[in-house]
Nanobody, 116 residues
Framework: QVQLVESGGGLVQPGGSLILSCAAS????????MGWHRQAPGNQRDFLGT???????MYADSVKGRITISIDNRKNTVYLQMNSLTPEDTADYYC??????????WGKGTLVTVAS
């Protein structure tokens, strides 16, 4: 099992930036990649991007150019940086981890609200 805990959510002003962190614990050795999704109220959960443990990234076209996902393998932590935020970025942001065994794990989410 892998446990994921997100942090860094809160209120952000339009045009601002956010940095979210996700710390993984448990069977870390089984993880091949981590990433982020988000879910706005009333919407489905949307993919934002992933990063492998060797640093290969993939981003959703909808946010490409505005986000950077990075990983610190020493800290078992993945980060999401997003710039130029608008109210449409308001959502619960979820950390994801993929296991080499095919299992997927999710954090409980952290709320980001973009408002002035």
């Amino acid at each position: 099992q892998v446990q994921l805990v997100e942090s860094g959510g809160g209120l952000v002003q339009p045009g601002g930036s956010l940095i979210l962190s996700c710390a993984a614990s448990g069977n870390i050795a089984s993880i091949y990649g981590m990433g982020w999704h988000r879910q706005a109220p009333g919407n489905q959960r949307d993919f934002l991007g992933t990063i492998t443990t060797v640093g290969d990234t993939m981003y959703a076209d909808s946010v490409k150019g505005r986000i950077t996902i990075s990983i610190d393998n020493r800290k078992n932590t993945v980060y999401l940086q997003m710039n130029s935020l608008t109210p449409e970025d308001t959502a619960d942001y979820y950390c994801w981890a993929g296991s080499k065994t095919g299992s997927e794990f999710w954090g409980k989410g952290t709320l980001v609200t973009v408002a002035s």
